[in-house]
């Protein structure tokens, strides 16, 4: 049956993408509900994914530190032992925080939150599966899908989440593994490897392109690969898996050079899954519907973020464009202040990307390999962490900032940052380049010292001129 309530917006999906376009919805006096099937808000990113991570990756860093780096600094701490159950209940008890916020903030600001499974029976109909048991079907004048992704399976590896594991298992994993091993050295592989291996576990990543994460800039990606490996990951690129099996126990995978060469077998406990995520769409009905799709299963928007069906919009994970939270949320301000007459817009160009190892890789805009491809004049500045007084200071001086300039104007084009605080710094990059900023206006800017972000200031000057203190 029908509520006969007739909504402004229904989001399908309560991730970063849709809990927010809920919450910008009920802020513009929007009649809005969210339908979200997880029982609890804050999708991938909340529960399996950003959130979790970053808990396990701090509290893996500090065992880490205390037990490899505090003797060198004068601190003297005997017998460290990690309580992984209670990095796991930590872990638990910051999800479980934050989801409840976004129901708190849902409630103030007047979203209502169906906990179910939500299908598209047309344009303005939508029929609920609730938790329940029971089903409901509400009308709207407009919908997002915000519906996200999934894992991408390997071939021949299905996911048990015991053996064969995803983000999702390794996230959860019963008991630190003497040995894992890791099938590509993307974001979420070289971030899940980096927990286990500071925990002591023996961890081989396997990437099948000739640097780990391809899309970085060459430079940052090769000092960070040496980095990696100084720490104790055991890193194969050129590699690609041919085949694994689950044992039931453990689990091993026989890998071969990609230009040709001998196999080798490797077995571990685990074997975390990480070439990439798909969009997710099951029982949605939405391809029924004639909503169009692209080559790679995903929806196709236009810059409205509207979908062929005009009053259905898709945000996030489910349409082209980085596979990350803030890109999400951005899509789910925008789609939504368009509907409300506004003129909601994304700037794909200045959107940052963060890899949470140590230390950190941040890179904003163009990388050198790209604007050599594109045929676009550049300059560069680069400045090594070394030579950043409150890097030493921190004894923490791994990686370098290099920015890329458009030859002509100095307008930053694309910066790349790997040191312990790349995440925060590469806001203040971003900032430049949203401004169209010039190095220049950087590099003519005070910043506070002793700080890391001395050496953005510098890698600009080193961009137009000379940095000063190397
Ligand atoms: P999702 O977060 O996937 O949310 C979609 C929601 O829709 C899900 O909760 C799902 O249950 C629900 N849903 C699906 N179908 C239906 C339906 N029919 N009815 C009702 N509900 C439905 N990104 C970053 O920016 N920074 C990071 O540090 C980062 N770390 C990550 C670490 C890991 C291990 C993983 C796996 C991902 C990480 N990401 C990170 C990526 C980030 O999580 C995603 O880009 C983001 O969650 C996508 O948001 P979304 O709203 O599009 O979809």
């Given at each position: 049956?029908?509520t006969?309530t007739?909504?402004d917006?229904v989001i399908?999906?309560?991730g970063?993408?849709?809990?927010?376009?809920?919450?910008k919805?009920?802020?513009?006096?929007?009649?809005?509900?969210c339908?979200e099937?997880r029982?609890s808000?804050?999708?991938t990113?909340?529960n399996?994914g950003?959130?979790?991570?970053?808990a396990?990756?701090?509290?893996s860093q500090?065992?880490?530190d205390?037990?490899?780096?505090?003797?060198?600094l004068?601190?003297?701490v005997?017998?460290v032992k990690?309580?992984?159950?209670?990095?796991?209940?930590k872990?638990?008890?910051?999800?479980?925080g934050?989801?409840?916020?976004?129901?708190s903030?849902?409630k103030?600001n007047?979203v209502e939150?169906?906990?179910?499974?939500?299908?598209?029976?047309?344009?303005n109909?939508i029929?609920?599966?609730?938790k329940?048991?029971t089903?409901?079907v509400?009308?709207s004048?407009?919908?997002?899908?915000?519906?996200?992704s999934e894992?991408?399976?390997?071939?021949?590896l299905?996911?048990?989440?015991k053996v064969i594991?995803?983000?999702?298992g390794a996230?959860?994993?019963?008991?630190?593994?003497?040995k894992l091993?890791?099938?590509?050295?993307?974001?979420?592989g070289l971030e899940?490897?980096?927990?286990?291996q500071r925990?002591?576990?023996?961890?081989?990543?396997?990437?099948?392109a000739d640097?780990?994460?391809?899309?970085?800039d060459?430079?940052?990606a090769?000092?960070f690969q040496?980095s990696l490996k100084?720490?104790?990951?055991e890193i194969?690129?050129?590699?690609?898996?041919?085949s694994?099996?689950n044992?039931?126990t453990?689990?091993?995978?026989v890998?071969?050079?990609?230009?040709?060469g001998e196999?080798?077998?490797?077995?571990?406990?685990h074997i975390l899954?990480?070439?990439?995520r798909?969009?997710y769409f099951d029982?949605?009905?939405?391809?029924?519907i004639g909503?169009?799709f692209?080559?790679?299963?995903r929806?196709?928007?236009?810059?409205?973020?509207?979908t062929?069906?005009?009053n259905?919009?898709?945000?996030?994970?489910?349409i082209?464009?980085?596979m990350?939270?803030?890109k999400?949320?951005e899509?789910?301000?925008?789609?939504v202040?368009?509907i409300?007459?506004k003129?909601?817009?994304?700037?794909?160009?200045?959107?940052?990307?963060v890899?949470?190892?140590?230390?950190?890789?941040?890179w904003?805009?163009?990388?050198?390999?790209?604007?050599k491809a594109a045929?676009i004049?550049?300059?560069?500045g680069?400045?090594p962490?070394?030579?950043?007084?409150?890097?030493?200071?921190?004894?923490?001086?791994d990686?370098?900032i290099?920015?890329l300039t458009?030859k002509d104007?100095d307008?930053?084009?694309?910066?790349h940052?790997?040191?312990?605080q790349?995440?925060?710094?590469?806001?203040?990059?971003?900032?430049?380049v949203?401004?169209?900023?010039a190095?220049?206006?950087l590099?003519?800017?005070?910043?506070?010292h002793?700080t890391?972000?001395e050496?953005?200031?510098?890698?600009?000057m080193a961009a137009y001129?000379k940095?000063?203190?190397?």
């Open positions: 049956f029908s006969g007739q909504y917006i399908i999906g309560g970063p993408g849709g809990y927010v376009a809920a919450i919805a009920g802020q513009l006096g929007l009649k809005t509900a339908i099937k029982g808000l804050g999708g990113c909340l399996v950003c959130i979790p991570s970053k396990l990756l701090n509290i500090k065992y880490y205390a037990s490899k780096h505090y003797k060198d004068g601190i003297d005997e017998g990690i309580n992984w159950a209670q990095a796991q209940n872990k638990a008890e910051t999800v479980t934050l989801t409840r916020g976004i129901e903030l849902f103030k007047k939150y169906f906990v179910g499974t939500g299908k598209l029976n047309d344009k109909t029929s609920i599966d609730l329940n048991g089903n409901q509400i009308n004048k407009n919908i997002i899908i915000a519906t996200g894992p991408t399976p390997f071939p021949g299905q996911f048990d989440e594991i995803s983000s999702t996230l959860s994993l019963p008991q630190i593994p003497k091993i890791v099938i590509g050295a993307g974001v979420i899940m490897g980096s927990v286990y925990l002591g576990t023996q961890v081989t990543v396997i990437e099948y640097q780990i994460c391809p899309f970085l060459t430079d940052v090769k000092a040496q100084k720490q104790g990951l194969l690129t050129g590699h690609k898996v041919v694994g099996q044992l039931g453990h689990g091993s995978v890998v071969e050079p990609v230009k040709g196999a080798k077998t490797f077995e571990a406990d899954v990480a070439t990439g798909r969009p029982g949605l009905n939405a391809k029924e909503i169009e692209d080559n790679k299963n929806i196709v928007t236009n810059s409205h973020l509207q062929s069906i005009p259905i919009y898709a945000i996030g994970d489910v082209a464009g980085p990350l939270a803030h999400g949320e899509e789910g301000i925008a789609a202040e368009y409300a007459g003129g909601g817009h994304v700037n794909y160009d200045a959107i940052p990307n890899i949470y190892t140590h230390p950190e890789v941040a904003v805009g163009k990388t050198e390999q790209e604007l045929n004049k550049y300059n560069k680069s400045f962490m070394l030579a950043n007084s409150r890097a030493k200071a921190n004894n923490d001086y990686g370098l290099k920015v458009e104007t307008k930053i084009l694309g910066v940052i790997m040191n312990a790349a995440g925060e710094l590469i806001g203040e990059a971003t900032l430049a949203e401004y169209g900023a190095a220049e206006d590099g003519r800017t005070c910043h506070a002793p890391i972000s050496a953005l200031k510098e890698a600009c001129d940095p000063i203190h190397f």
